[in-house]
């Protein structure tokens, strides 16, 4: 089989069209564009595509009396840098007075948009891209108004833009090149992203009177175009999803609402994966084991504290920008489908085992031969969730971290999810990533047996004890201890034993109540930091109220009290600040004496049972041991009396209106920003000749 390749004719036309400047054209000084050499004169050349469009900015008309003018331009190179130049230098108000000029380069660009010329489609669509781009960086009075008028005309845009949106999604259809569906999804990521704040494109508004909601289904639903096309179908998808979201009818969220072929359902789910399973290989390569022992090594561990976790978080920001319109479209789909917490539950044959690098080979492939372990969906995002809650030195990455809790919130809030996420016949390895800290090594490792809420649980810990930082993200510990809380309703409510080290929980948030005791200045500048406390207390009494129903034997319950009497001290200090802020007022008074009521059970348990420790240790003549202690909350239960505490497996449903949708804006303002600087070019297609 032969292969060749087609190009328009009209290529030969492309080469650039000059005219020579003298040096006396150049500006005083001797800045100017040509130069002088003895008495020769040094010529200059320009594109006749800039000067065609210099005659428009100057008012000039070079298509005058000329009807094959426009075939003739758009078969010139687009020269983008120049055109974005010309409309950068115009002033607002002229850009107003020349809009019929303006109006009519759109028309004229639309009318070739699906033609059979791949050379004039791909420069009018260039010519339409630059143009707009650089006017929505303008500052007009009325700005709404004022971008449609200028490009379309106001009368005229609802027609102009119907025949844009119709020409490009025919460029979607299966029968179209791979190239020509590349180039109009492009072309309308370019339409989206002309404004950081989609509820500020005006442009966006026609995408929900003509919506091209089929024409992106259909490229997912299609296993061979959802993988030539499925993520930036998915990325456009996000970007619409969230127009005007809670304002007015969406007919995005409409037609994600109501998918009910698990066809597509899977296929979204397909992408996603694949998105994550990307990040997460090439983030896996790179987390190469370090060897362990020895002094230098102890002071190894500090240095790369310091510098290393800085770098592979950084290398991880810069990954995750990337991953972002997945991050937004998992979270789309599962807040707003219902049927899609089923494709969380697919095991795809195509696991993470093999990508973890040898020590010494990172960034080595594979064995061919070796199987790949099993991989879902939710086993993915945790081992991506794993590297991502290590990035939190910026805004940025706090928003992505934040963005996966809320999606994990919203898993947890399922029956069906959280069915999977306990099924103790459920073996799918889990691989996470613990970061650096200054008593351990950055580390890789597999989970391979147990339910996959162990995993989960053991994410939400290793994010409760790397975060403890001078600026506390108040509001992603919220969300890391409500994914806690959800899962524990559940198991309580099922009366599932989970086996799992309930002690790493414990100790995690009793170093959470013992870091914000420690600092003032953070009781002082955040009242949300007593209701964080309040959710560690709603936790523990989850466990002594109703620990005998889902802690795996009567030992685990007999640690818990252990651990309570132990870190006693930590509890009074938190008693003495909730009464405290009582007598303050506002919020600060609300949470204090909230905080001071949930704390009743654990106070009762450390006054009853410490005496009868510091008795049977008097008798003895010396420190008792675990095992002593033990014996001793044993034997002394039945004196234990308990408040029995209303509410404390409810919670709050998770719902983005009203109180996430300014985190929204800005989440989707990052896809946005991510993805903005794509490319409309011509490609050469390549086909296979008959043999």
């Known amino acids: 089989t032969h292969t060749h390749t087609h190009t328009d004719a009209a290529a030969s036309h492309c080469e650039p069209h000059t005219r020579m400047m003298a040096e006396s054209d150049a500006p005083a000084g001797g800045s100017g564009p040509s130069s002088q050499q003895g008495s020769r004169t040094h010529l200059v050349p320009k594109e006749k595509f800039v000067q065609i469009y210099e005659s428009f900015f100057k008012g000039e008309d070079p298509s005058a009396k ?229 002094l230098f090594r102890a002071f190894g561990r500090l240095v790369e504290t310091l510098f290393v976790a800085e770098e592979e978080a950084s290398a991880i920001r810069a990954s995750v920008a990337k991953s972002g319109a997945a991050l937004l479209a998992l979270y789309e789909t599962v807040q707003l489908n219902s049927r899609f917490h089923t494709v969380l539950t697919h095991t795809l044959m195509m696991g993470l085992d093999q990508a973890q690098a040898k020590p010494g080979t990172a960034g080595a492939s594979p064995a061919k031969t070796a199987p790949e372990a099993p991989a879902s969906l939710l086993s993915t995002f945790f081992t991506f969730l794993s590297f991502v809650i290590q990035d939190g030195r910026d805004q940025e990455g706090m928003a992505y971290t934040k963005l996966c809790f809320i999606i994990l919130s919203c898993i947890t809030e399922d029956k069906l999810s959280n069915a999977f996420l306990h099924d103790p016949n459920v073996n799918i390895p889990v691989v996470l990533h613990k970061a650096a800290m200054r008593h351990r090594s950055s580390s890789v490792e597999t989970i391979k047996n147990g339910p996959m809420a162990c995993p989960l649980l053991d994410l939400c810990i290793e994010f409760l004890i790397s975060h403890l930082k001078k600026n506390l993200p108040v509001d992603l510990y919220s969300k890391c201890l409500g994914v806690v809380h959800r899962m524990l309703c559940y198991q309580k409510i099922h009366r599932i034993r989970l086996h799992f080290n309930w002690k790493e929980l414990w100790s995690a948030l009793v170093g959470l109540v013992k870091y914000v005791l420690s600092n003032e200045r953070l009781l002082n500048s955040h009242e949300n930091v007593l209701g964080l406390a309040d959710q560690v207390v709603t936790i523990f009494n989850l466990f002594i109220t109703y620990g005998d129903t889902f802690l795996p034997d009567p030992n685990s319950y007999d640690e818990l009290y252990y651990e309570l009497i132990r870190v006693h001290s930590t509890f009074d200090s938190l008693y003495d600040v909730a009464k405290r802020q009582m007598r303050t007022t506002g919020q600060a008074q609300v949470y204090g004496t909230r905080l001071s009521s949930s704390l009743v059970n654990i106070r009762a348990i450390t006054s009853h049972f410490t005496p009868k420790i510091d008795s049977f240790c008097a008798k003895t003549g010396g420190s008792l041991t675990p095992e002593q202690v033990l014996a001793v909350v044993r034997d002394n239960y039945d004196t234990l009396t308990l408040k029995l505490q209303d509410n404390l497996d409810h919670y709050d449903k998770y719902a983005e209106n009203p109180h996430e949708l300014s985190f929204f804006t800005n989440v989707v303002r990052l896809v946005i920003q991510a993805n903005r600087d794509v490319d409309i070019s011509v490609q050469p297609i390549r086909v296979l000749a008959p043999s």
């Open 66 to 294: 000329r009807p094959e003018f426009w075939d003739e331009l758009f078969l010139l190179r687009v020269n983008a840098h120049a055109l974005h130049k010309l409309v950068e230098e115009t002033s607002e108000e002229k850009l107003l007075t020349m809009k019929s000029v303006l109006n009519v380069i759109s028309s004229r660009c639309i009318d070739r948009i699906g033609e059979d010329s791949e050379i004039r489609m791909i420069n009018a669509m260039q010519t339409i891209a630059t143009i707009y781009r650089a006017v929505f960086q303008k500052k007009f009075a009325n700005f709404a108004f004022d971008v449609i008028n200028t490009l379309l005309g106001f009368d005229a845009a609802d027609h102009q833009m119907k025949r844009l949106l119709d020409s490009t999604r025919r460029l979607l259809l299966p029968s179209s090149s791979a190239h020509q569906r590349d180039v109009g999804l492009k072309f309308f990521l370019v339409m989206l992203t002309l404004t950081d704040n989609i509820n500020q494109n005006s442009l966006a508004e026609y995408f929900t009177m003509h919506s091209i909601f089929d024409s992106l289904i259909e490229l997912i639903r299609l296993k061979e175009l959802r993988e030539q096309h499925g993520f930036t179908a998915l990325c456009v998808l996000g970007i619409l999803l969230n127009y005007r979201k809670h304002e007015a009818h969406n007919p995005y969220v409409t037609g994600l609402s109501e998918i009910k072929d698990e066809v597509i359902l899977s296929g979204i789910g397909s992408v996603i994966v694949t998105s994550l399973l990307e990040r997460n290989r090439r983030w896996l390569e790179e987390a190469v084991p370090k060897s362990e022992g020895g």
